[in-house]
């Protein structure tokens, strides 16, 4: 029967708000139904892919589009998407007693062959226990029968995903287009020759990026801190390498992806022209695991723009990336691009810009039938500071730039800083507002008759969360006492009304930073939190600080054990996995950021980082041979 006949899912999506989040059937969305369930069961992998939020945030991310499309290609393999409900739609499955479904067929989780879940932020941790539990699988890898699914995590922070190490199978770490195929013919095999789930993690163990946590066992020291972590089973290895996908053009872009039915949070179509970063900022764990630098050819956008725009009618295209504007080729590709989109209004957006390679010629181009407004992250308000995270970017490139804007019609300005940040004085706080000072001035300096009317500033601060595999993961997070004081002498300071201020929560950042550098003994205090009713906790208005707080007061330590600064030679809970970087790199940087030395990009030389190993992308290191020559 068609779900939609029934009268008790009729009833219920009447009942709720946005409907449109739940039925599926969009444009481009997939449904093999007819001919996949005619296949033999022991030929065929069901997948759910998960994403742990609602739909409008799920929809929104280009991860979920690209393995939607890999899987699907496969015969084989019918992937559907799950996405988080709301607290109405959740409280009516509740009270019906029914499982969480998929948006294309609308089965259960638990009917599943695979059930991947890809992670973006911690904070979304409990969504997926919930997920999970209304989905009728049993949280715990150790608790699953052989009829349950396989559980696979992965995603931007899987680098160190210890807190939530036991309610996975297992975990991909790296470019998951690179494996994933090959993980679906794993369990065909095991489907077809009947293996039970040990059999077939023991058949994946050695498979470069996978993961498997229940094959490690972690030791502890009286004080807390990780002894070592041991290997339980002869086929897992003791370093565990990232997949890294070499050759960006041969990965498949959504060339169709769906087109949602109802707004969501990026409602456009997107190419992602780079992958990985050069630069090295110093807190920036994005940029450190996903070296070395990888780009794709124009000739590769341009087919893709091509089929994006006849199979999607959206109004907007974004070229994304970590910093869009050090993709070598934008501004031929960007020219090639405009004689597609212009004719069908449709605009071209650059999320990530860096100031020091802004092409005003061009985003004035790009922004003749709409002006966005101009994002800039100086991070810190000093050149000390700056000089300490690595950003490298001077006072005056920002205020040429600003000008430069300014001049070409931009009023908008959003600034992003960071609080927190290692070695800050209230000098540098202070440097926030000196330097906001400025930019207002190089506005109130130019001829009236030069520029717009009215500029608007917004600055926007979040707390610094220390991360694994970057230089800043010895660091020590600034308690909640230390945010507030930061946050009012910014506040009290930056008064202008043409200054908007706004700044993270402090509790939830606390709580971020304790599951970044966590370790195992964190399973606990999620389960702890999510019975409690903890849920879709990355909307500020659901978290709920106070259970957290109670939870981690149980461990010995409780949140501030996570908090603190780490010793040179101490074993973290991640140091199992290798990302590329190696850990002697980033201690060297640790150094470095604490001499307010500034190490140069991988354009202007090598730093020896640990990825000239894979030989490709941007990356002299790779030519110069292994270890390069440190720049
Ligand atoms: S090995 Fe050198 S060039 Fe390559 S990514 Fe690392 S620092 Fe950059």
Not at 103 to 111: F, H, I, K, N, P
Not at 498 to 521: A, K, N, P
Request: charged fraction near 30%; proline fraction near 5%.
């Amino acid at each position: 029967m068609n779900r939609f006949d029934d009268p008790n899912v009729r009833a219920m999506l009447r009942a709720v708000q946005k409907p449109a989040r739940y039925t599926g059937h969009e444009l481009n969305a997939i449904d093999k139904s007819d001919t996949f369930f005619q296949l033999e069961d022991s030929a065929r992998v069901h997948f759910a892919l998960c994403f742990p939020d609602l739909y409008e945030i799920g929809m929104s991310n280009l991860a979920i589009q690209i393995l939607y499309g890999i899987l699907n290609e496969d015969e084989h393999t019918f992937c559907e998407r799950v996405f988080a409900s709301d607290f109405d739609m959740r409280q009516l499955l509740k009270e019906k007693n029914m499982p969480l479904t998929s948006l294309e067929t609308g089965t259960a989780l638990s009917d599943f062959d695979m059930v991947g879940i890809s992670l973006h932020y911690e904070m979304a941790y409990t969504t997926m226990l919930e997920m999970l539990a209304l989905g009728g699988v049993p949280l715990e890898s150790s608790k699953r029968q052989e009829d349950d699914p396989i559980v696979v995590g992965g995603g931007p922070i899987a680098c160190n995903l210890e807190p939530v190490a036991d309610f996975f199978d297992f975990i991909v770490i790296g470019d998951g287009e690179e494996i994933i195929l090959e993980i679906v013919g794993a369990l065909k095999e095991k489907k077809k020759n009947k293996i039970n789930r040990r059999a077939f993690l023991l058949s994946i163990a050695d498979i470069p990026g996978v993961y498997i946590p229940s094959f490690y066992a972690i030791d502890y020291k009286e004080n807390g801190h990780v002894e070592r972590i041991r290997t339980l089973e002869e086929k897992a290895p003791e370093k565990l390498t990232k997949r890294l996908l070499r050759d960006i053009n041969e990965a498949p872009m959504p060339q169709k992806p769906i087109v949602p039915n109802l707004e969501v949070v990026h409602d456009r179509m997107v190419m992602e022209v780079l992958r990985g970063c050069a630069r090295g900022c110093r807190f920036c764990q994005a940029g450190f695991t996903y070296r070395p630098l990888r780009e794709r050819s124009v000739e590769t956008l341009l087919e893709t723009a091509d089929s994006l725009i006849e199979h999607t009618g959206y109004e907007e295209m974004g070229l994304l990336s970590l910093s869009t504007s050090d993709y070598s080729q934008l501004e031929p590709l960007v020219r090639k691009l405009l004689p597609k989109t212009e004719p069908r209004h449709i605009n071209l957006s650059l999320p990530s810009l860096r100031l020091d390679s802004f092409d005003f010629d061009l985003a004035k181009e790009i922004a003749k039938t709409r002006r966005a407004g101009l994002t800039f992250a100086p991070e810190a308000g000093t050149q000390r500071l700056r000089d300490v995270i690595n950003k490298n970017i001077t006072e005056e490139e920002m205020m040429e730039a600003a000008r430069t804007a300014f001049l070409n019609g931009w009023d908008r300005l959003k600034l992003y800083f960071m609080l927190g940040l290692p070695t800050e004085t209230d000098d540098d706080v202070e440097g926030i507002v000196t330097l906001v000072r400025k930019f207002i001035a190089i506005w109130d300096n130019l001829p009236q008759d030069q520029r717009s009317k009215r500029l608007n500033v917004t600055v926007s601060a979040a707390f610094f969360i220390p991360k694994p595999f970057t230089p800043f993961q010895w660091s020590e997070q600034i308690s909640v006492d230390a945010m507030r004081e930061k946050q009012k002498q910014l506040a009290d300071s930056l008064r202008d009304r043409r200054v908007s201020f706004s700044w993270h929560e402090y509790d939830s950042s606390v709580i971020e930073g304790v599951l970044s550098r966590g370790d195992r003994r964190l399973k606990e205090v999620l389960l702890d939190v999510w019975r409690s009713g903890a849920y879709l906790e990355a909307w500020h208005e659901h978290f709920d600080a106070a259970l957290w707080y109670r939870a981690l007061s149980k461990l010995p330590g409780g949140e501030a054990f996570y908090l603190k600064a780490r010793e040179e030679q101490e074993y973290f809970p991640w140091d199992h996995l290798d990302l590329g970087v190696t850990k002697a790199f980033l201690w060297r940087e640790w150094e470095k950021s604490q001499e307010g030395k500034t190490t140069t990009s991988c354009y202007d030389g090598c730093s020896a980082c640990g990825n000239e190993r894979y030989r490709t992308g941007v990356c002299p290191g790779s030519e110069l041979g292994f270890g390069g020559s440190r720049a």
